[in-house]
T-cell receptor
């Protein structure tokens, strides 16, 4: 059974640009969540999607957005990149709710220069 | 609000000696608690989970944790450390009906030969 797949693994962007990250959940998983990991702030929740609807959202500015497609694949977009957006972005999936835990992908390392 | 506090930012043990990583939680009701491990430049791997079925939870790679309601603790232990256990460990609580994870700050485990 394939795990959670995130692409690309590494990304370098310039300030002011925008970026799109992709996540393919485990087959049959309908909930996809995104987390940002930085040395200073640790792991922070961005948003969670279920059946193409954003179910929960963290405390991030509107420059951070996401969506989920009918096959449960998800994308997150960051517009007008800032240096502080440099982070490891992790995607996680579960069948419906996270009471039994989430399965995480290996992440996308975004560097903003 | 539900939260977790990891009491040690760094723990150092010798190979073959016991491991203890401490976590306290704050919750107004019975929480769902997890321990995740992250090896360098990798995603997060679920070690074990507590979802009120049993207070002593066994996980992968010989790790276990005990849920103690009276002490609001969920400490992670392993009888004998292996070099491959060197990683960062996160204590996590799920909130919002299981759809959001709140992470502790992490404990970096160092294993000396």
């Amino acid at each position: 059974k394939a795990g959670v797949t995130q692409t690309p693994r590494y990304l370098i962007k310039t300030r002011g640009q925008q970026v799109t990250l992709s996540c393919s959940p485990i087959s049959g998983h309908r909930s996809v969540s995104w987390y940002q990991q930085t040395p200073g702030q640790g792991l922070q929740f961005l948003f969670e999607y279920f059946s193409e609807t954003q179910r929960n959202k963290g405390n991030f500015p509107g420059r951070f957005s996401g969506r989920q497609f009918s096959n449960s694949r998800s994308e997150m977009n960051v517009s007008t990149l800032e240096l502080g957006d440099s982070a490891l972005y992790l995607c996680a999936s579960n069948p419906q709710t996270g009471y039994d835990g989430y399965t995480f992908g290996s992440g996308t390392r975004l560097t903003v220069v | 609000a539900q939260s977790v506090t990891q009491l040690d930012s760094h723990v150092s043990v010798s190979e073959g000696t016991p491991v203890l990583l401490r976590c306290n939680y704050s919750s107004s009701y019975s929480p769902s608690l997890f321990w995740y491990v992250q090896h360098p430049n990798k995603g997060l791997q679920l070690l074990l989970k507590y979802t009120s079925a049993a207070t002593l939870v066994k996980g992968i790679n010989g790790f276990e944790a005990e849920f103690k309601k009276s002490e609001t603790s969920f400490h992670l232990t392993k009888p004998s450390a292996h070099m491959s256990d060197a990683a960062e460990y996160f204590c996590v609580v799920s909130v919002l009906y299981g759809n959001k994870l709140v992470f502790g700050a992490g404990t970096i485990l160092r294993v000396k030969s």
